[in-house]
């Protein structure tokens, strides 16, 4: 027996109802989760204050500028990596098994454990190239990790540039270096960005990585070579160890609301962006 | 007699095994435009992409045989394709303006040149070629306007204004009126009849109406291999050929 088409389609069309808004569900349950907990905790003291007996009390100023730190190394080192690497994979080499070696190797380094590539980052940076506990550490092994989600996204939006503007920019004696900087890069930019800001927000929220490589020391770091704890690892060591549920809470909040701020900012220069070029 | 532009000579070229060009060879005159037609497949669009080299970019071609541009062979690997492609310019069938203001889909090669660096020559270059592909008139109060706001039929006279500013020496149509109107494929025609004046136009047509209208040569090709060359009117009212008879009389499949 079949069922009624009409029928199907209100059952299908329920059933994929429920199933959005379990998620979006679980996403406002985590939120509201962590904004009830942590939110009353907020206080500029503990935004702009140093970390006071082992985060029991004062604020989680050291952590802030270490994740900004972190963040920002892994940036500046991954983003012309990733988008270099998917700018000579799309354009400046024939599809065949050097560029599926090359993809697979990405794809498999997007697999790897985070503890496996944090223990990787601590023999090889930490160990070998002897920078310590520290933030460069720390921030090279970020930009590993996200280099693959940069590599990827920036290769399908490199893709996703209709290649009529390529033929059209040589048929007019522009030089293809030119044609990529002028046309293709500008074109792609908003695929580009959305990559980078998902990478923003899984090195800002990376613990085990972070853990292995830039130590949790409760200074705040000065220096490239000065270990320091990210949010993620304060939030971490305060609730495994339990020292202060309400502090973690709190942290937990400003992790998240950065990662939104981030998000929001960077939607919006998009926007405008394209604005200018529409 | 005008003079010789292009020099084309045994001209073959492979697609990896398959051959769209088979032993080409076509005199080009300075000031003419030559119509050239045949029906899918013959290796009309081939020929004009292998005349600024845009056949390069196509994986696995190969191509054999000679052609001058002036007397210098184009085919040499040391040809500075670049510069080769802003003397032979090309209008796509698919107009493709860039996503760019109309002035600046203009502009930008030009000042990638670096032949016109202020700001007034510029601009006159850019009124002079609006006005050569007759949509001046249209767009002169909307330059900064996206080029993607204008209509099929601005969009590809906006395509051969964009060619005219790099002020080239040849011009490449690809059939440059097939998805268009009869009113912008009119003024298209009118435009192409005013420019050879000042320079060589090479037009691949579907249409042979068109071909039989606006060009003084014609040559056509059939299977790869060409099949007729001749003065216009000659090859229309008395073919040679029976083939180019029955194409140009509608009888061919």
């Known amino acids: 027996m079949r069922l009624d088409p009409l029928l199907t389609e209100r059952l299908v069309k329920s059933l994929l109802w429920c199933l959005t808004g379990l998620t979006i569900f679980v996403l406002i349950f985590i939120i509201t989760f962590i904004s009830v907990k942590g939110l009353p905790q907020l206080s500029w003291t503990f935004l702009f204050h140093d970390i006071e007996d082992m985060g029991r009390s004062g604020g989680i100023l050291p952590t802030l500028v270490s994740t900004l730190y972190l963040t920002l190394i892994a940036l500046v080192v991954a983003s012309p990596l990733g988008v270099g690497s998917a700018i000579y994979l799309t354009e400046y080499t024939l599809e065949g098994w050097v560029t599926r070696l090359i993809r697979f190797g990405a794809e498999c380094l997007a697999g790897v454990p985070s503890i496996i590539l944090g223990l990787f980052g601590f023999v090889l940076f930490v160990i070998k190239l002897n920078f310590g506990w520290s933030m460069l550490s720390g921030g090279l092994s970020l930009a590993i990790m996200i280099l693959p989600t940069i590599i990827r996204t920036s290769e399908e939006a490199l893709k996703a540039v209709p290649r009529e503007y390529q033929d059209v920019c040589f048929s007019l004696g522009i030089s293809k270096w030119q044609t990529i900087t002028r046309v293709v890069l500008p074109c792609a930019l908003p695929g580009i960005m959305t990559g980078i800001v998902l990478s923003i927000g899984r090195a800002i929220g990376e613990t085990a990585v972070v853990l292995f490589t830039a130590g949790a020391s409760l200074r705040t770091p000065t220096s490239l070579f000065d270990s320091g704890r990210s949010m993620a690892v304060h939030f971490y060591i305060l609730a495994r160890e339990g020292l202060s549920m309400p502090n973690a809470y709190g942290t937990a909040a400003i992790l998240i609301i950065s990662i939104l701020l981030i998000n929001i900012t960077a939607y919006t220069l998009m926007t405008r962006f394209l604005q200018k070029y529409r | ?253």
């Open chain 2, 1 to 253: 007699m005008p003079a010789v532009k292009i020099q084309v000579r045994d001209l073959t070229f492979h697609y990896g095994p398959q051959c769209a060009i088979q032993g080409l060879n076509l005199d080009i005159y300075q000031g003419e435009i030559l119509g050239l037609m045949g029906p899918a497949k013959s290796g009309k669009t081939t020929f004009l992409r292998v005349l600024n080299r845009m056949c390069d970019l196509v994986p696995g071609a190969r191509v054999m045989g000679s052609v001058l541009l002036d007397g210098v062979e184009i085919l040499a690997p040391d040809c500075d394709v670049d510069s080769l492609r802003r003397r032979v310019g090309m209008v796509f069938a698919k107009p493709v303006p860039l996503p760019r203001s109309i002035y600046e889909n203009l502009a930008f090669a030009p000042r990638l040149q670096r032949q016109h660096q202020h700001r007034q020559e510029l601009d006159e270059l850019v009124e002079n070629s609006l006005k050569a592909a007759q949509l001046w008139e249209e767009v002169k109060d909307r330059l900064q306007d996206s080029a993607l706001k204008l209509s099929g039929g601005q969009q590809q006279r906006l395509c051969l204004a964009r060619t005219l500013a790099m002020q080239p020496e040849v011009i490449l149509l690809d059939e440059p009126t097939s998805g268009l109107d009869p009113i912008s494929t009119a003024r298209i025609e009118e435009t192409l009849t005013e420019l050879k004046k000042d320079f060589t136009i090479i037009l691949v047509s579907n249409n042979t109406k068109q071909i039989a209208r606006c060009s003084d040569k014609v040559a056509f090709l059939l299977m790869s291999r060409l099949v007729e060359y001749g003065v216009t009117p000659e090859v229309f009212m008395v073919p040679k050929q029976k083939e180019t008879d029955d194409y140009i009389s509608g009888r061919f499949g």
